[in-house]
């Protein structure tokens, strides 16, 4: 019993000591701001396979926070304790919608932006038996009558891009906003919207099932998975989107820690077993480093406040 | 089908069948552990499948879930904590069976219900899954409305003769529904500016409270007889499948259930939650003795447990045949296959068919397994019941706080089950029917969402409920069933009335 007691009163000395050590001292909590199993929940999972081949000795968490367009858990993230043991991802256009609607309680600056990992391009999809075949189509379509087009939530990718498609057309939806890319797959595939927007992971294999019909693609390039999509630029329309993301750190954090955290993440994305791995995935990498991430998403933020002050939601 | 026996035979090798055995253990084990579900059970065996071979992967991850659908009714059982979402209904007959002395009986039920409606199911599936798919793809909003109306409709059948509590505790529940970011036009509504109410009121946390919490608070005012009574339980807690003679009269009860499981189950959007709760809700209203469901009988357990194990076999039918999960672990297994390079959908069936025999069979046999694995399975977990109240109540505590807790990492979700705990206590005190809370929490979210989308569809017509004839049929059993006892009781008061006459003018 005695030498218990010595042994145990040893390690509470030792403690301390061990508490100083290195960082990472503990193990790093990635808070997800998404439910388990999501392209941004398998992302950070398939991050810290990869992170733990240079951090042999770190250990990774994930903390799924869903809901609410990933806002609580973006404030999760802002709040957290600047010790570098915790951090989290980002995703566009929501982590910037909320800001612009004033609902969050963060800013940009409540932030330090490691980078970006992927992106998913936005697509227009229509029902297989609908006679809308392109984006000309599309748009006499909307001016005829008011189509019913199917948005992953309000402030969410799909619902800024169908803003901006409103604008450069000149035509107004009438929006329908799902909660999740399923309930958008049903109704397009079930014929009960006229399009939806949607980002392309979630539907090119119904496109090439022939269930739904991806009429354009929203982004500078054509896709590889569906080579056969034209752009909307290529179809005269001049509407970007993509659904970005990355990984911040909140704001505060000591700087060589950061710098670790930064180094990291470029192994990471630069990592051959990573990028096969994020291949097979269908998580399209786009990786970017913090500074050009940064200026991305303040650019996405001015660009989603004109389109809030013109109608604000 | 005779292909599918073909494709058997390639799938069952003994490394498969071994890989089953240890998934339906695994989801065993996870179903009964409040907080952890089935659906984080297949997240956390996901990256274990990047190194099988997409057969053993699809059989380990179908298995398991199988596994976790099934043993959430244990806890609930015992306990009255459901240890998976889909067992919340279980809860309502199971515990009071437990309570009167036949937890054996009530578990054998749950056994025997979980596995002919997997297998039900799982038929289902093997034989007209594809076509099925493109039925459920034609329900729209307004029918989702319809059916979530028709379940709440069931309140007037359980309350009878206590209506008015009914109606107020239904109501109450589908307030609860209400909290959060309003799901169309994104305002936040009964937050009070917590970011933690935002994401809604998760109907986990209130069943916990309302159920466990409240009956552990009942429980140590009685304390002095309680440790006898968990004693008496824990001593007929061996499960007891049921004779084949006690099936009489209940075959078609089993069929119906497990026909609502496969068919809401079938529908992408609604789970085996929804299904558990609107069989229970449709076996009560087509029962010939409404009055003693909820006091602890064997179709109240039937009811529930076959249709969720039905809608969990019935779930897979439009991720097979469409890529649409019909269920949050199906949206997780979407994942799983394009891991494994494979795309559901229609060409799922020509390009990896060993892939679809892999899955129809782990499905089919995880359910055997389940009749196998559960009885010494249950045994273990009920010596945990012996354990003398006084440390088994505040073990049950920490279980739910853990448990609520793990549904979305949210202290909030804590707070609320406490809360709905002592409401729960002081409501049933009053005679307030829980159960109509549950229901409103349940299928509150899915009816406000559906009326609103269903309304933007039609552009205001409030008509489009009417005109879509599944819509139509479903509220019209709804408004039925809201009417009838009004209208019964007003035609026996007429009659009492007129009797006396009539019996003045005969003589």
């Known amino acids: ?313 | 089908m005779f292909d599918f026996f073909l494709g058997l035979g390639d799938v069952l090798t003994p490394l498969n069948l071994l890989i089953m055995s240890g998934g339906v253990l695994f989801g065993l084990i996870c179903g009964a552990l409040p907080g952890v579900s089935g659906t984080m059970a297949v997240v956390l065996l996901i990256p274990l499948t990047y190194s099988l071979d997409a057969n053993a992967a699809f059989v380990l991850l179908v298995a398991t879930y199988i596994g976790a659908v099934f043993s959430g009714s244990i806890s609930a059982i015992l306990f009255r904590v459901p240890g998976a979402p889909e067992a919340v209904a279980t809860t309502l007959d199971g515990y009071p069976m437990a309570q009167k002395g036949m937890a054996g009986q009530a578990l054998g039920w749950s056994i025997a219900a979980s596995a002919f409606g997997g297998v039900f199911g799982t038929l289902f599936l093997i034989t007209i899954s594809s076509q099925m798919a493109q039925v459920a793809l034609k329900f729209g909003s307004a029918e989702y409305f319809a059916l979530a109306v028709a379940g709440i409709s069931v309140i007037s059948v359980m309350n009878r003769g206590n209506e008015i509590k009914g109606l107020i505790c239904a109501c109450f529940g589908l307030f609860l529904a209400t909290v959060g970011i309003d799901p169309i036009m994104g305002a936040n509504r009964f937050t009070f500016g917590f970011t933690g109410l935002m994401g809604g009121i998760n109907f986990i946390p209130v069943v916990t409270g309302m159920f466990a919490i409240s009956e552990v608070l009942r429980k140590i005012q009685t304390e002095a007889s309680v440790d006898d009574q968990t004693l008496e339980i824990s001593k007929k807690a061996r499960s007891a499948l049921p004779r084949l003679r006690e099936w009489k009269g209940r075959v078609g009860l089993f069929l119906r259930s497990s026909t609502i499981g496969t068919l809401i189950g079938i529908l992408p959007g609604v789970g085996a939650t929804t299904a558990a709760v609107l069989s229970y809700s449709e076996g009560m209203r087509w029962s010939k003795k409404p009055k003693e469901w909820g006091t602890g009988i064997p179709e109240g357990i039937i009811a529930p447990e076959s249709a969720n194990n039905a809608a969990a076999n019935g779930a897979l039918v439009p991720l097979l045949a469409l890529g649409i999960p019909g269920s949050a672990t199906t949206a997780v297994m979407l994942g799983a296959f394009i891991i494994h390079g494979i795309k559901p959908g229609p060409t799922l069936f020509t390009d990896a068919m060993p892939v679809v025999y892999a899955i129809f069979a782990a499905s089919l046999l995880s359910n055997v397994l389940i009749l196998l694995y559960a009885p010494p399975f249950i045994r273990a977990f009920a010596l945990l019941i012996r354990i003398p109240y006084k440390i088994l109540g505040p073990l049950i505590m920490v279980l739910s706080v853990v448990g609520c807790y793990a549904v979305r990492n949210s202290m909030v979700d804590v707070w609320t089950m406490l809360a709905c705990g002592l409401l729960g206590y002081v409501l049933e005190r009053f005679n307030f029917p829980i159960v109509s809370i549950l229901l409103g929490v349940v299928l509150g979210g899915l009816a406000e969402t559906e009326f609103r989308r269903a309304l933007i569809l039609s552009g205001g017509d409030y008509f489009t409920f009417f005109e879509r004839p599944i819509s139509a049929v479903l509220l019209v059993v709804a408004l039925g069933a809201m009417l009838l006892p009004g209208v019964l009781s007003l035609c026996k008061r007429l009659k009492s009335c007129r009797a006396p006459k009539t019996a003045h003018i005969s003589s």
């Open chain 1, 1 to 313: 019993m005695k030498r218990l007691l010595f042994l145990v009163l040893a390690f509470c000395l030792v403690l301390p000591v061990a508490a100083q050590a290195e960082y990472p001292e503990s193990p790093i909590t990635i808070v997800v701001p998404s439910k388990a199993g999501g392209s941004t929940d398998a992302t950070a999972r398939l991050f810290i396979l990869t992170a733990k081949k240079y951090w042999p000795g770190a250990d990774f968490v994930v903390k799924n926070v869903g809901g609410s367009g990933g806002q609580k858990g973006f404030e999760e993230i802002a709040d957290a304790k600047p010790d570098g043991l915790t951090i989290g991802m980002v995703f566009t256009t929501q982590v910037v919608a909320h800001v612009v609607s004033q609902r969050a309680r963060y800013t940009l600056d409540s932030f330090h932006v490691m980078g970006n990992i992927n992106d998913d391009p936005e697509i227009v999809v229509v029902p297989p038996a609908s006679a809308i075949k392109n984006l000309d189509d599309f748009a006499k379509a909307a001016k005829a009558k008011s189509l019913t087009v199917a948005v992953n939530g309000i402030g969410s990718d799909d619902f800024v891009a169908a803003k901006k498609y409103e604008e450069a057309a000149g035509v107004a939806f009438n929006l329908m906003p799902t909660k999740g890319s399923t309930e958008q797959k049903s109704a397009i595939m079930g014929g009960h919207v006229d399009a939806s927007f949607m980002n392309l992971s979630q539907m090119f294999a119904q496109h090439q099932a022939g269930q739904a019909r991806i009429i354009a693609i929203l982004t500078e390039k054509r896709s590889d998975l569906l080579p056969d999509v034209p752009t909307g630029k290529e179809q005269g329309c001049n509407v970007l989107m993509t659904a970005t993301r990355g990984f911040v750190a909140p704001a505060g954090v000591d700087k060589a820690v950061l710098a670790k955290l930064d180094d990291l993440f470029l192994k990471v994305v630069g990592d051959p077993d990573f990028v096969a791995a994020a291949n097979k995935d269908h998580l399209f990498l786009w990786p970017m480093n913090g500074p050009e991430y940064l200026e991305y998403l303040k650019g996405l933020q001015a660009e989603t406040q004109r389109y809030y002050d013109k109608a604000p939601w």
